[in-house]
């Protein structure tokens, strides 16, 4: 079972703002749209919150217990946990962010699908410089020059496929948190 994760960084490492993403690339964001309809998905709580509309099978990473979700959502408590029901639903699996989950799960991910941002940004929130990134093998790359809105500028976005060499396996768990 594929495990992927997916995300995009600006060239100053930042990858959101005030809750949500520090740009405004319609074109970048289709595309993530477009890779993950269909997963299932690991998310942590406050992408969770940000995000407008949550698909069916999508595991949300928090530590309160009594969170109330929305239908189709699960609320898991640790990030393994999290995947392992993400991999049992029988749908490819992307963890989608925030920053403290790519952190926890990418040891996990056979796939990193990031696009880099070819300026820096302001922002809040950046990606985990921990993650190996640089040791990885880029399996496809492409790149295309984007409108960013706030700015009315164009900018490089390049669309990179990693390679994880050797995963960490999930571990075995037997119970998975309350479903809602
Ligand atoms: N550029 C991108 O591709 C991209 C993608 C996704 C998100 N973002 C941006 O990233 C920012 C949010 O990232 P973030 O790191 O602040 O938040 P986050 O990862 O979305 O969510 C953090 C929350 O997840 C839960 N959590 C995190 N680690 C956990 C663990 N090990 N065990 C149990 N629960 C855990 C906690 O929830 P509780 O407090 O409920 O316990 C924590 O408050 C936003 O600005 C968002 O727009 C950017």
Redesign the pocket.
Known sequence: MLISA????AANGM????????WDIPEELAY?ESMVTGAALV??????E?MDVVPVDSFV????AD?SLRPGCTRV???EEGLQAAVSTGKPVFV?????????AWPYCQRFYL?RIERAFD???L?PAEIPLDRWEIVEASSRMLLERKSGEMVECRFLQYRQPDPRPLPTMHCISESR
């Open positions: 997916i995300g995009a960084v990858l959101g703002l005030d809750g949500w993403l520090p993530f998310i942590g709580r406050l992408t969770y940000s990473v928090s530590r309160q969170l408590a640790t990030v989608i962010g925030g920053a403290s989950i790519y952190a926890a696009t922002g809040d929130s990606f």
